[in-house]
């Protein structure tokens, strides 16, 4: 018998447990991306283990769509760090608080 | 207890497959070095592209090796090496007082609550053979047919909206970490002209008129007629 797909959703949940509190406490920018990375991760083992589960073909192709959106994130983003950077010579989000009224 | 009831060697792979993951997020988190961090990422990575071989997603396993360690993790470290490594965490400056904490607690909350969730949904411990309509999952190569069949024809307005993603982010990339205003730098070449008469190539350039150019190119000519 197969590992019961409950498993690797119990990991998932871990998994994004583990990131969001990353996100929520580190303060460098890169690190926080990372994180997201966890997290776009998680939620990708979730959509493999379902189309296992539930024997449908969708689950993986939207693990495709968000593994190309997780790309187009990331270099958006690693670009914004790098401007941020230019200006400020630091990646720390909290010295980010130019916008708050 | 466990392992009685199911095949050995897929508690085996599902229990490297935990433990890669597991170790290799909470090393992304708590290690100082943000390269370290980088490292640890890719050791969750290849923990999901495990996860995702024991699971029949042979061909994601393999774009998540490529795309994610491969690509994603690779700009991750030039990035770093560019700005160069700052261990200047300043883990005592908490602008929002017991952030950590609550974060801490937040979190618990949540994936107790999914946890709990999924122990109670009928989609995970009931009845698995849901029919959705969708195509059934083939196993092994049969799989990838199936994947590209899928991309290429239920979800084709989606695949062409994500290579207009694509290029939107390349450029968008392109503009932001452009060096911006090129008046700046012949400023500062002026400034440093004048403020120490260093060697400046400058002499080089002067004397490396268009002139001298296109007698460069003529010499040439004259000594092959």
Redesign the interface.
């Given at each position: 018998?197969?590992?019961p797909?409950?498993?690797?959703?119990?990991?998932a949940?871990?998994?994004?447990?583990?990131?969001?509190?990353?996100v929520?406490?580190?303060?460098?920018a890169?690190?926080m991306?990372?994180?997201i990375?966890?997290m776009l991760?998680a939620v990708?083992?979730t959509f493999?283990?379902?189309?296992?589960?539930?024997?449908?073909?969708?689950g993986?192709?939207i693990?495709?769509?968000v593994?190309?959106?997780?790309?187009?994130?990331?270099?958006?983003g690693?670009?914004?760090?790098?401007?941020v950077?230019?200006r400020r010579a630091?990646?720390?989000v909290?010295e980010l608080s130019e916008l708050q009224g | 207890m466990l392992a009685v009831?199911?095949?050995f060697p897929?508690?085996l792979v599902?229990a490297c497959?935990?433990l890669l993951?597991?170790v290799g997020?909470?090393g992304?988190?708590a290690m100082k070095n943000?390269v370290h961090?980088?490292l640890s990422?890719i050791m969750?990575?290849l923990g999901?592209a495990l996860?995702?071989l024991?699971?029949?997603?042979d061909?994601?396993a393999a774009?998540?090796i490529i795309?994610?360690a491969g690509?994603?993790v690779v700009?991750?470290l030039f990035?770093?090496m560019?700005?160069g490594v700052?261990k200047t965490?300043?883990p005592h400056?908490e602008?929002l007082v017991g952030?950590?904490w609550l974060?801490?607690v937040?979190?618990?909350v949540?994936?107790a609550g999914?946890?709990t969730l999924?122990?109670n949904s009928h989609?995970?411990?009931g009845v698995?053979?849901?029919s959705?309509g969708?195509?059934?999952?083939a196993g092994g190569a049969g799989?990838i047919t199936?994947?590209g069949d899928?991309?290429f024809t239920?979800?084709l307005l989606?695949f062409e909206a994500?290579a207009g993603?694509?290029i939107?982010?390349?450029v968008?990339?392109?503009?932001?970490?452009r060096?911006e205003r090129p008046l700046d730098l012949d400023l500062d070449l002026d400034d440093e002209v004048e403020g120490e008469p260093s060697p400046a190539p400058d002499d080089d350039h002067g004397t490396m008129t268009p002139g001298d150019l296109v007698t460069d190119a003529a010499t040439p000519r004259e000594v092959s007629s």
């Open positions: 018998m197969t590992i797909a409950s498993w690797y959703l119990i990991l949940a871990l998994l994004f447990g583990i990131g969001a509190f990353g929520l406490t580190r303060r460098s890169l690190i991306f990372m994180c990375e966890l991760n990708n083992v493999v283990t379902f189309a296992r589960s539930m024997s449908d073909i969708g993986q192709t693990v495709f769509f593994m190309v959106v997780a790309a187009a994130e990331v270099t958006v690693l670009g914004i760090v790098v401007a950077f230019r630091s990646t720390s909290d | 009831a199911y095949a897929d508690v599902f497959a935990a993951i597991l997020a909470i992304v988190i943000p961090s980088a990422l969750c990575l999901v996860t995702f024991a699971q029949r997603a061909f994601l774009a998540e795309v994610y690509a994603i700009l991750f990035v770093i560019f700005l700052d965490q300043h400056v602008p952030q950590r974060a801490g937040g979190v618990t949540t994936v999914l946890i999924m122990a989609w995970v411990s698995l053979s849901v959705t969708g195509t059934a999952l799989n199936q994947l899928s991309v239920t979800y989606a994500t993603l694509l939107i982010a390349v968008g990339a392109v503009l932001l970490a060096r």
